[in-house]
């Protein structure tokens, strides 16, 4: 306080002086302001991950059990066959190593040489991923495989949502299955 008073006994040079007590309700009101525009931490993600509230291998085949499916363990994730009007799709769910998200992917068919892929053919590829989003295509080289591919956050993960990403994904297949069509 010593040397607020001091400031206040200098003065400025307007000739007026500022008591201390001005000077302190400036600082608590800048102190105000500045606390309102820092973010407060988000600790949501945090909570989650504690809570269990996020899918590992375990939890993910019993779900899939549950929701009837007869998941098949792979060397990662699972594969279920979903059976449904005339078609079977087989879908593969992996859970990324940070445990924060997961992928869904369906094997498309074969392309043995890419580059005898018409422009057309890569050409309807591209725009089919407009209508799968957030579903979206993409071409392994090594394997020689198209693949559909989907990401979920892996928060909060609760059956109904699983079904309904399944179905969103085995409709994406159907409904884009002409861009594919030369997969073999």
């Known amino acids: ?48 991950r504690k809570s269990g509230l996020t899918l590992d291998d375990a939890s993910l085949q019993k779900m899939l059990d549950g929701l009837g499916f007869e998941p ?46 018409t422009a057309g053919q890569w050409m309807n590829i591209l725009i089919a991923t407009r209508e799968v989003d957030p579903s979206a295509f993409y071409f392994d080289k090594d394997q020689k495989k198209l693949y559909l591919h989907r990401v979920l956050d892996n928060r909060a993960i609760i059956p109904a949502y699983v079904r309904e990403q399944v179905d969103n994904f085995c409709a994406n297949m159907k409904n884009t299955s002409d861009a594919w069509k030369f997969t073999k």
């Open 1 to 48: 306080m010593r040397w607020l008073n001091r400031l206040s006994q200098r003065g400025t040079n307007m000739n007026k002086t500022i008591s201390a007590t001005a000077i302190l309700a400036i600082i608590l009101w800048g102190i105000t302001a500045l606390a309102r525009l820092t973010p407060a931490q988000d600790n949501t993600l945090a909570d989650n």
């Open 72 to 117: 098949k363990k792979l060397s990662k994730g699972f594969l279920i066959a979903v059976k449904k009007e005339g078609w079977t799709y087989n879908i593969q769910f992996v859970i990324s190593a940070d445990r924060s998200r997961l992928g869904m992917n369906a094997n498309l068919g074969s392309i043995e040489k890419a580059e005898d892929v």
